[in-house]
C-alpha cells in the first residue's frame, strides 16, 4: 500500500518535521504559499495563543530538499471569494514563483481552508495542475474521480489514524493523511508521530509515496 502525507502552511516547524521525516526514510508532500515569505522567518498569525512563524524565502529550497512541494495558491485567500485575473494570479503565479525558487516543476495544488467550488476547481485545471487535495476527507479513494479532488483519508490526529490505517490495507487505495506542523503543539505529539512513522517505514506491506508520483500518466493502481 502507498502512504502519502500532506503538510500546510510552510511554517518553522516544517524544518523539525523534515528532519524526523528523513531519520525514518519517509516521503512527504508541503503545500507553500510563496507570496507569503520574507527573506527571514516572519511572524505568521496566533494559533491558541502561540506564535506561529513562518520559514524565510532563502531557507526554503534547502529545509524541502529531497520533498515534493505543491502550491497552496500565492496568499492563502478563500479562493471562493475570487475571481477573474486575481484568481488566476493565486494560481498560475504561485506555481511559476515556486518552479522558480525549487527549480522544478509544480504539479499539485492545496486549496486553502479547503474552499473550492466549480469555477475555483475550472481555474486549477486549466492552469494544467495535475492533482488537488479534495476536501472529502474520509472519502480517500485512488484513482479519484476527478483528480483535482484527490480527498485524504484522515488529519494526522484523528483518533483513529491507526484503525483507518488498517482499514486502508484492507480495501486497496493507499492512506493518505495531512495536517500542519503546528499542530504537534507538545513534545508528547512529537513522540508519538515519530513512532507512527516509525511503525508505517517499519510495515513491510507499505511504500512512501509522493502525491505527484500518482499523477503521472499512466494512472497505475496503488
Ligand atoms: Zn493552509
Not at 500546510?8 to 524544518?15: E, F, H, L, P, R
Not at 505568521?44 to 520533498?67: D, M, N, T
Not at 483519508?153 to 483507518?164: M, Q, S
Not at 511504500?207 to 499512466?218: A, C, H, M, T, Y
Amino acid at each position: 500500500m502507498k502512504i502519502l502525507q500532506c503538510w500546510d502552511d510552510g511554517v518553522v516547524s516544517d524544518a523539525r518535521l523534515v528532519d524526523l521525516l528523513r531519520r525514518h526514510g519517509a516521503k512527504a508532500t508541503f503545500s507553500l504559499n510563496p507570496g507569503l515569505y520574507q527573506n527571514n522567518r516572519s511572524f505568521g498569525w496566533l494559533s491558541e495563543g502561540r506564535e506561529i512563524w513562518r520559514l524565510g524565502l532563502q531557507e526554503l529550497p534547502a529545509v524541502y530538499q529531497g520533498f515534493e512541494i505543491c502550491s497552496h495558491s500565492m496568499t492563502h485567500p478563500y479562493l471562493t471569494d475570487l475571481d477573474g485575473s486575481r484568481l488566476d494570479w493565486e494560481i498560475r503565479a504561485s506555481r511559476d514563483l515556486l518552479e522558480q525558487l525549487f527549480s522544478r516543476p509544480v504539479t499539485g495544488f492545496c486549496y486553502p481552508f479547503n474552499a473550492y467550488n466549480d469555477p475555483v476547481l475550472s481555474a486549477v485545471r486549466s492552469a494544467g495542475y495535475h492533482w488537488g487535495r479534495g476536501k472529502r476527507e474520509g472519502l480517500h479513494r485512488f484513482p479519484p474521480v476527478d483528480p483535482l479532488e484527490f480527498s485524504p483519508t484522515c488529519r494526522v490526529l484523528d483518533p483513529e489514524f491507526w484503525r483507518k490505517y488498517e482499514g486502508a490495507k484492507k480495501t486497496g487505495g493507499g492512506f493518505f493523511f495531512w495536517g500542519h506542523s503546528y499542530e504537534l503543539s507538545t513534545e508528547a505529539l512529537w513522540d508519538d508521530f515519530e513512532r507512527r512513522i516509525e511503525r508505517i517505514s517499519s510495515d513491510g506491506d507499505t511504500e512512501w509515496s509522493f502525491i505527484g508520483d500518482l499523477f503521472e500518466p499512466p494512472l497505475m493502481p496503488i
